[in-house]
């Protein structure tokens, strides 16, 4: 009789079995046999996506090590689950090895360094997505290795990232001319010089989130939406200083924003429909 186990492995049961189930799901399949661990075994060896969050928050940091140890094929790798232990010494051999990632989640991985994005950016010139959000040993330095050495950003997100400066931010944007999705919110640091250098250079953005950057005001909102036509969404909540004056425009062109519009507008739709305005004290 033929067994499952008796199909072909790397031709069938990796790339048109194994690749439809759910992470977990594999890594369980370990338990049935020597030869389902073996085969499972060739799969993560072969695996182009590592998503850890499928595993739960509980991925030992040995399991994680030994599971990924053959693989030199990943193209997407997302850590946000490894947070709690993840260092330097566990994600540096795994970059070293895999020179095809195109995609890499670091969210709230706090406990990395510098090190990390300097590897990063050597090991994995065609990288695509980087998420960096609350990581705040980012700094000038190797956000500087990372512009010059990953030619294809598209999406980069430096949320909460409060070592980075304008000047930082600009060189990104200079060297990342098909940036389409960046954030850099949370960060007080950010300025009109860094949002208008964006503009200038990244004529294809799509996604912007400054949410939280105190300092950014009406002129570069302005100069945003004068050379990005293509922006499709723009946060800026907790920005005090970007008023309705410039993102009326960007309203006007269905661009999605985090804030609502303002009160008078509310009231001339009120007025519109029942007739009159009901007296509000706009100073309260």
Known sequence: SLH???????????????????????????RVSKAFQSLVQLY??????????????????????SM???NSVLQRLDLRSCSDWLTDKELLPVIGQNHHLLHINLNSCVQLSRQS??????SCPHLQKIWLGHCEWVDCLSLRSLADHCK????????????????AVCY??????RMKCLSVAVNANITDIAVEETAKNCRDLEHLDLTG????????????????????????????????????NLRKRDVTLDVEPPLQRALVLLQDVVGFAPFINLQI
């Not at 294809?152 to 000047?167: G, I, N, P, S």
């Open 4 to 30: 499952l186990l008796d199909l072909p492995w790397e031709d069938v049961l990796v790339p048109h079995v194994l690749s439809y189930l759910p992470l977990r799901r594999i890594i369980n399949l370990q």
């Open 44 to 65: 993560l060896a072969n695996c182009r996506s590592f998503d850890s969050t499928q595993l739960g928050s509980q991925l030992p940091k040995n399991s994680f090590c």
């Open 68 to 70: 990924l140890k053959h």
């Open 117 to 122: 994005l300097v590897a990063i950016s050597i």
């Open 152 to 167: 294809y950003l598209e999406a980069v997100d430096l949320t909460a990232c409060r070592q980075l400066k304008d000047d």
């Open 172 to 177: 990104l944007v200079q060297k990342s001319k």
């Open 213 to 248: 950057c105190l300092r950014v005001k009406n002129e570069s909102i302005r100069t945003l939406a004068e050379y990005c036509t293509k922006l499709k969404s723009l946060k800026v909540k907790h920005c005090h200083n970007v008023t309705e004056s410039s993102l009326g």
